[in-house]
């Protein structure tokens, strides 16, 4: 039996707890120095309260001080206070994160620089250029316009900065800011005074469940007993009846009622129970490494054929390229001036791919050409894009975007149609209770899309209308990928810990199996960085294996069995994103590589 740990949510939620109460344990440290009499030692913690750089973690005090420095045109506090606040708390993060916490300093310099052209006080952008401009043109991208600002006439009429002159704008970054930190503080490793009396309740509970178990001790061990000797029968009469039962040691039926009805309806399964004809199994037959980049690579995509591949790094270098040595396909590289945040190919165009920026902008390259539009979509309350999908059957995307960075607020859902350049539905979702993220699929027609919220909760939506069709209740934490069978009876999803479930979608969304994927971790515990994300998991196209990458590497495993059928080669750094299309796949990493890889059945 595993020894009982509370799971990560829970000590999210108990972190976040003690961190709200902090202003109350200080008085408590108080009143106990007071009690002693450490009078010194008082008056040294009084001290060191006012001159708080945490703030008490009260996030809008925070904030208010970076936009102050900002505004007031204080660039030394501000870097000084930002790398302050990337030590104490953002170097704990999940790699996932040091993109956004690399975007705001970006918006926090920009904010400075803008607040003293309002100011016409120019010599502090020169000064500031002085000592920083030549990091800042080391990163390329969208910050070479804004190396010359000084000398821009009326620069807050220039496509380029203009967006940054407005209320707006200052109003989403600090909104954003807010809510950034806000979800940072809970992820931190709190003292155990600031959890006591969550360990009061929980040894209570413990004690509680102890005696309970105790009581059912015997009972249980002859039910179990029994469940063993029926499962031995079973396993005899299916023998003699034909049909070679094998029951897999990583998969468990539902139900009792479902097991038997899978007998029949094995291809309505995930293998929990297989015929003496097992399925075929993935297995590396080549696999090659490509330096394309030399920076961290955040983003990488195969078009609909897989004869080109999309990448995009820190630097904001986009490029085109083709896997395959003999192509003659054109090499395109472009130092965008935006931060791209979400990518898809077209299905139907394998030319064109869309950029989704983080500033709500569309923007369209066609790689036969390397020409650019774009097209705002976001609404000003939705600037965080949560999941981007292109539809196979025709030129049109569904985004879904939200008011906060995790998704923990109402969603901004929206079909565009990238032929006609419109808009043709939209709609707004009410938040899911204690959602902290969603990612979205589409079926092969693009009319049916589901939206998987990392409670639990699926919708599934008309994509023609937005309307809500169905909705699932998995009660599995931590969703983060959700796919469509082949077949599109039901709908397979993944939870960041390797959980894998298949719902049926005409059996009033019932769980058909499920099934869980060894990640290679010690203890059953799934360190952060080892927790799967909707960039870090891929199907194969006939939903017969899945790949993952929950470190450095990526692993493949039949979906039938749940068994690890074959592993890539390591990435000196941690997988930032996989795809998969046709008969190969790929990882690319945060050490600037990517791994393609070609595949057989065996």
Not at 123 to 132: A, G, L, P, V
Not at 177 to 182: A, R
Not at 229 to 235: H, V
Not at 570 to 581: A, M, Y
């Amino acid at each position: 039996m595993q020894p009982i740990s509370p799971s990560a949510a829970d000590y999210i939620k108990s972190a976040k707890a003690g961190i709200e109460s902090v202003e109350y344990i200080d008085d408590l440290i108080r009143e106990y120095l007071l009690f002693r009499g450490f009078k010194d030692t008082l008056k040294a913690l009084e001290v060191d309260l006012q001159g708080d750089h945490d703030k008490g973690f009260n996030a809008e005090k925070i904030v208010d001080e970076l936009l102050g420095m900002a505004t007031g045109l204080d660039a030394d506090g501000l870097l000084e206070y930002w790398q302050y606040m990337s030590y104490r708390f953002f170097s704990h993060l999940s790699p996932k994160y040091h993109r956004t916490t690399r975007m705001f300093e970006k918006r926090l310099i920009r904010l400075f620089l803008v607040s003293a052209i309002n100011a016409d006080k120019r010599e502090k952008i020169r000064q500031f250029m002085d000592r920083h401009g030549k990091a800042l043109g080391q990163q390329g991208g969208d910050w070479i316009p804004w190396l010359g600002l000084e000398y821009v006439d009326e620069p807050s009429t220039r496509p380029e900065f203009e967006a940054h002159f407005s209320d707006d704008w200052l109003v989403s970054l600090r909104s954003a800011l807010t809510d950034f930190i806000q979800t940072v503080f809970p992820a931190m490793a709190v003292p155990r005074i600031m959890l006591f009396d969550k360990d009061r309740r929980e040894r209570e509970a413990l004690q509680n469940r102890l005696k309970i178990c105790e009581e059912q001790l015997n009972g249980e061990t002859k039910i179990k007993a029994l469940e063993l000797s029926c499962m031995s029968s079973s396993l005899v009469e299916d023998h003699i009846g034909g049909v070679a039962v094998a029951w897999s040691p990583n998969l468990k039926p539902a139900t009792a009622e479902l097991a038997a009805d899978s007998i029949a309806t094995i291809d309505q399964s995930l293998g929990v129970i297989q015929t003496n004809e097992p399925s075929s199994i993935l297995k590396v037959s080549q696999e090659d490494v490509f330096l394309e980049h030399n920076s961290g690579i955040n983003l990488a995509m195969f078009s609909a054929t897989g004869a080109l591949i999309a990448s995009y790094d820190d630097e904001s270098i986009l490029k085109i390229w083709s896997p395959d040595l003999a192509s003659t396909a054109p090499k395109l590289k472009n130092e965008l001036d935006f931060t791209v945040n979400a990518m898809a190919w077209d299905k139907k165009h394998t030319h064109l791919l869309y950029l989704y920026d983080e500033d709500g902008y569309l923007h369209t390259l066609n790689t036969n050409t390397n020409l650019m539009s774009r097209q705002l979509l976001l609404e000003r309350r939705h600037p965080w894009i949560q999941s981007m999908q292109a539809s196979s059957a025709s030129s049109t995307l569904l985004t879904v975007s939200s008011t906060k960075p995790e998704g923990t607020s109402d969603l901004s859902v929206l079909i565009w149609d990238a032929n006609a350049n419109k808009t043709i539905a939209s709609k707004r979702l009410a938040p899911v209770a204690e959602s902290h993220g969603v990612c979205a699929a589409l079926n092969h027609n693009g009319n049916l899309a589901a939206l998987a919220y990392n409670t639990g909760q699926v919708r599934l939506l008309d994509t023609r209308t937005l309307e809500t069709v169905a909705s699932i209740s998995t009660k599995q934490k931590g969703l983060c990928s959700a796919v469509f069978s082949l077949d599109e009876d039901s709908l397979m999803v993944v939870t960041e810990t390797g959980g894998l479930t298949q719902w049926s979608l005409r059996r009033d969304s019932q769980m058909t199996a499920e099934s869980s994927l060894s990640m290679g971790v010690d203890g059953g515990v799934v360190s952060a960085d080892s927790r799967l994300d909707y960039e870090r998991v891929a199907f194969t196209p006939d939903r017969e294996s899945i790949v993952i990458a929950p470190k450095d590497q990526c692993l493949v495993f039949n979906v039938d069995s749940a068994a690890l059928t074959d592993t890539m080669r390591r990435h000196k750094d941690l997988v930032s994103c996989v795809d998969f299309v046709a008969d190969r796949s790929l990882s690319a990493s945060e050490d600037g590589t990517i791994r393609v890889a070609r595949y057989r059945k065996v």
